[in-house]
């Protein structure tokens, strides 16, 4: 790792770290997050920099690295990642640092004062591979626990904490002793402490429940969730009490009361009518009763009499229809003349700086306004009726690894060749879209938002959860892939989201009532491939015409990136997934999750401004 020094080939040692007043420049951050001291200590190695202490600026910028890393406390591997990157540029990661410096880590740590920085010291030696021995594990989890579960520090440093503690203690199973199971008490006494208001005992109860722990209070825990939820319901705080439903419906179902478990989960149904009650007819609404008729779907099949399910759902819809041609009184089209790319990259990182993290996520979603099919159609017909060797000549379109995977025949043959060589065209066209809309907009954007904000896979969970495109049973890893680009690994994103893509096909094609299986001779039912499903009728009819292009264009045609084929036969390197189809996939899932969350928030915040009205639609 290079350090700034006159002399780099004198090593550190532990007489230098003794001899550094760190303490003192952290002696006023005691309940500071990681980043703050990190910040404090760079400050603070510049000064003796220019003081001519080069010592001094050593020991102070290398536990400045030290401490900039993002804890990413549900990764059981990788819980240290670089906090920013620009281009082919990055801050600190773990392999920076060499066995020296992790050896003086190891050295050190014991003795240092700072909650924060021993922590991360100890837990940085116990992941390194020479493995210097079990009781820095225990050293970093005693470390974390010091920060207590309570709403004053919780989302600050807490929440990150207590779950890198459990986590890391689980790892270790019997060699983390007694702390397992001080953990699981402190976190189970903490859900009870707190406040009736926030989201803190929801947050240590999804802890609890990613680790597998709490089993024992899983009962008592989903009656605190219940509570909570009633609680928020009755003031008429919806979103809390939703998400409190939620957790009490799982808590329930850990703890084998079936019954009640379903009685939660219509709670929160009726919690998403009740909210969209509450705005009226329009826009703002129909994302809630939207999310309602998809809670509605998971009651499983015995409860749905017992609490009038069917008849729920076709009311919801009735209302679904009558806030949508209520917003479309409120909709216009807005257009834009073309930019170079220059321009593009400007307004892109225009468009997500200096703003609050709700509004920075949701201007990310709005960057590209998405294909426009009959754009297209027009543009590659065009190119078609200019090009006498289309008209004449077919092509073919290789693979990676030099195959034939499809044909496009010449544009002036027979009708049914015609319209495969313009489909082909256009999924061609689609592709420059894709790659100026990636390089130009997406990746510098991703780059400001990376440099400053702090976003978890919890905060994906949130958006996941209230979206009515991601089926209720997969937030969790639809989350865990959004939040993997976001941390910049495509490799983790492409492989978790692209089998959801088809997943999410296939579960609102199968609400909308299409047959999404194929039967066998033998009466072996199996489930259709995406390939299969994007060419039912119903795909237009729930998810657009523009929406279903880009799915066939990036996921399953051959002509195209064919992301989901290659997912699945093990066919995508590194370099692939890293590509700009696959950047741009991952922000087509992305925005597609989180824009009807936020235009209801939008319509709702205008609403609540007398004489304010909406002027265009998203």
């Not at 050190?108 to 493995?131: G, Q, T």
């Not at 199968?510 to 259709?528: F, K, L, R, W, Y």
């Not at 015409?545 to 290659?566: H, I, K, M, V, Y």
Request: net charge negative; charged share 20%; proline share 4%.
């Amino acid at each position: 790792m290079t350090t700034d020094t006159a002399n780099p080939d004198e090593p550190l040692s532990a007489a230098d770290f003794r001899a550094t007043a760190y303490e003192a420049v952290l002696a006023d951050g005691s309940d500071e997050t990681c980043m703050m001291a990190s910040c404090r200590l760079y400050a603070a190695a510049e000064a003796a920099r220019e003081a001519g202490d080069a010592r001094t600026s050593r020991v102070l910028k290398l536990l400045a690295n030290a401490t900039s890393m993002m804890l990413v406390a549900e990764d059981k591997s990788h819980p240290f990642r670089h906090s920013m990157q620009f281009g082919d540029r990055r801050s600190t990661a773990p392999d920076d640092f060499s066995e020296h410096e992790i050896a003086l880590f190891a050295e050190v740590a014991p003795e240092v004062a700072n909650s924060h920085l021993r922590a991360r010291l100890a837990d940085l030696v116990w992941l390194h591979p020479r493995k210097f021995g079990v009781k820095y594990a225990h050293l970093a989890i005693d470390s974390y626990r010091e920060i207590p579960p309570s709403d004053e520090s919780w989302f600050a440093s807490g929440r990150e904490y207590w779950a890198r503690a459990l986590t890391l203690a689980m790892s270790i199973g019997s060699g983390a002793g007694p702390r397992i199971g001080e953990i699981e008490a402190s976190l189970i006494s903490a859900i009870f402490a707190n406040g009736d208001r926030g989201y803190v005992p929801l947050q240590i109860a999804a802890i609890l429940l990613k680790a597998g722990a709490g089993r024992g209070s899983a009962g008592d825990i989903a009656t605190r969730m219940e509570a909570l939820a009633r609680t928020h319901a009755a003031s008429l705080m919806y979103h809390e009490a939703i998400a409190y439903f939620e957790a009490a419906a799982t808590w329930h179902a850990r703890s084998a009361a079936r019954d009640k478990s379903v009685e939660m989960v219509v709670a929160g149904a009726d919690c998403w009518e009740m909210q969209g009650d509450s705005k009226g007819a329009g826009l703002a609404s129909l994302n809630f009763y939207e999310n309602a008729i998809k809670v509605f779907r998971t009651v499983p099949g015995p409860s749905r009499v017992q609490y009038t399910v069917d008849a729920r759902i076709e009311s919801l819809h009735a209302k679904v229809r009558q806030a949508g041609q209520a917003a479309a009184v409120h909709m216009q089209t807005v257009k834009t003349s073309p930019i170079d790319i220059s321009e593009l990259i400007r307004q892109a990182v225009e468009k997500v700086t200096n703003k609050q993290p709700l509004e920075v996520l949701a201007a990310f979603s709005q960057l590209y306004r998405g294909a426009r099919v009959e754009r297209i159609r027009a543009v590659a017909q065009s190119n078609l009726d200019k090009s006498i060797f289309r008209q004449i000549m077919g092509s073919v379109v290789m693979s990676a690894q030099g195959n034939t995977v499809a044909r496009q025949p010449a544009a002036g043959g027979s009708l049914d060749a015609a319209d495969a060589a313009l489909r082909s065209q256009m999924v061609r066209d689609f592709q420059i879209v894709v790659g100026l809309t990636a390089t130009a907009e997406i990746k510098p954007a991703l780059e400001v938002i990376r440099s400053q904000h702090v976003f978890t896979v919890w905060d994906f969970e949130e958006v996941c959860r209230y979206s009515p495109f991601v089926p209720p049973d997969r937030v969790d890893l639809l989350a865990e892939g959004l939040y993997a680009g976001y941390c910049g690994d495509m490799v983790h994103a492409m492989h978790v989201l692209v089998p959801q893509v088809e997943n999410i096909v296939r579960f609102h094609l199968q609400h909308a009532g299409a047959i999404t299986t194929t039967t066998s001779p033998d009466g072996i039912v199996m489930e259709n491939g995406m390939s299969t499903l994007v060419k039912l009728p119903q795909m237009v009819t729930v998810f657009g015409e523009d929406f279903t292009f880009e799915l066939s264009a990036l996921f399953c045609d051959q002509n195209g990136p064919n992301l989901r084929n290659e997912i699945a036969h093990g066919l995508m390197s590194k370099a692939a997934c890293e590509s700009d189809a696959c950047i741009y996939a991952w922000w087509l899932i992305y925005a597609r999750m989180f824009r009807n969350f936020w235009t209801a928030q939008q319509r709702v915040a205008q609403m609540e401004v007398p004489g304010k009205t909406g002027s265009s639609a998203t």
